[in-house]
């Protein structure tokens, strides 16, 4: 069972790795909204302010995991998901699924954070958190957004109903994100805002475990 569990995991990077131009427009997709907003807020003639900053930074990162991670599912086709099927496990499915995108995600967010603070500027003052805020962040909303595809993927107009169901499960996750990253980003004591990374691990821990428990009831239909 844990050899299917790999497998499954390469065969994604695998997918991946044949069909690099996903990636490539990806990654061409957020570097180029972040030069709209750089052009937009002529950075050069104005400060950009710290909030501001900070909540065009995760709009950004939500709209590229939106379009990046709601294909999971809905891009296969019914042949492929009945072999998957007798292939492994429901459980193994999704967590591979969620590693996978996780991965992707985290890759993304951390080259859309290089590029973003080159263009407009770093005013993080903790590093460190600031990376684990987005670390974390990638992998829930990756592991929201997975579950998501295959619900939608059920039904038809999948695209438009993954938009629709997306907004209030990641609404509450997306708030603690910014809050999270706003204090690394004024460099507050980590001891007052820790709850903050405590409360988003546990947000992702509930996801990934939901996505465990009801995905086979859902794979099953």
Same mark, same amino acid.
């Given at each position: 069972?844990?050899?299917?569990?790999?497998?499954?995991?390469?065969?994604?990077?695998?997918?991946?790795?044949?069909?690099?131009?996903?990636?490539?427009?990806?990654?061409?997709?957020?570097?180029?909204?972040?030069?709209?907003?750089?052009?937009?807020?002529?950075?050069?003639?104005?400060?950009?302010?710290?909030?501001?900053?900070?909540?065009?930074?995760?709009?950004?990162?939500?709209?590229?995991?939106?379009?990046?991670?709601?294909?999971?599912?809905?891009?296969?086709?019914?042949?492929?998901?009945?072999?998957?099927?007798?292939?492994?496990? /429901?459980?193994?499915?999704?967590?591979?699924?969620?590693?996978?995108?996780?991965?992707?995600?985290?890759?993304?967010?951390?080259?859309?954070?290089?590029?973003?603070?080159?263009?407009?500027?770093? /005013?993080?003052?903790?590093?460190?958190?600031?990376?684990?805020?987005?670390?974390?962040?990638?992998?829930?909303?990756?592991?929201?957004?997975?579950?998501?595809?295959?619900?939608?993927?059920?039904?038809?107009?999948?695209?438009?109903?993954?938009?629709?169901?997306?907004?209030?499960?990641?609404?509450?996750?997306?708030?603690?994100?910014?809050?999270?990253?706003?204090?690394?980003?004024?460099?507050?004591?980590?001891?007052?805002?820790?709850?903050?990374?405590?409360?988003?691990?546990?947000?992702?821990?509930?996801?990934?475990?939901?996505?465990?428990?009801?995905? /086979?009831?859902?794979?099953?239909?």
């Amino acid at each position: 069972m844990k050899s299917s569990f790999f497998t499954l995991i390469s065969k994604e990077f695998l997918a991946e790795w044949r069909q690099r131009y996903a990636l490539n427009g990806m990654l061409l997709y957020i570097i180029s909204t972040i030069f709209v907003c750089y052009l937009s807020f002529n950075i050069k003639n104005t400060d950009l302010q710290l909030v501001t900053w900070n909540a065009l930074f995760w709009i950004i990162i939500l709209f590229t995991s939106i379009n990046s991670i709601a294909k999971s599912f809905i891009q296969e086709n019914e042949g492929r998901l009945l072999y998957y099927y007798s292939l492994a496990s /429901p459980q193994h499915i999704i967590l591979s699924k969620i590693v996978y995108y996780g991965t992707i995600m985290t890759i993304l967010s951390f080259a859309g954070y290089f590029f973003y603070s080159f263009v407009m500027g770093n /005013p993080i003052q903790d590093l460190t958190m600031f990376a684990l805020v987005v670390l974390l962040a990638s992998f829930g909303l990756s592991s929201a957004l997975t579950m998501l595809s295959g619900i939608a993927s059920k039904a038809p107009n999948s695209t438009s109903l993954i938009a629709i169901l997306s907004f209030p499960v990641l609404l509450p996750l997306l708030l603690v994100i910014i809050k999270a990253s706003k204090n690394a980003m004024d460099g507050i004591n980590r001891s007052l805002y820790m709850d903050d990374i405590l409360l988003l691990v546990a947000i992702n821990a509930i996801i990934v475990a939901v996505s465990y428990m009801l995905f /086979p009831y859902l794979w099953r239909s």
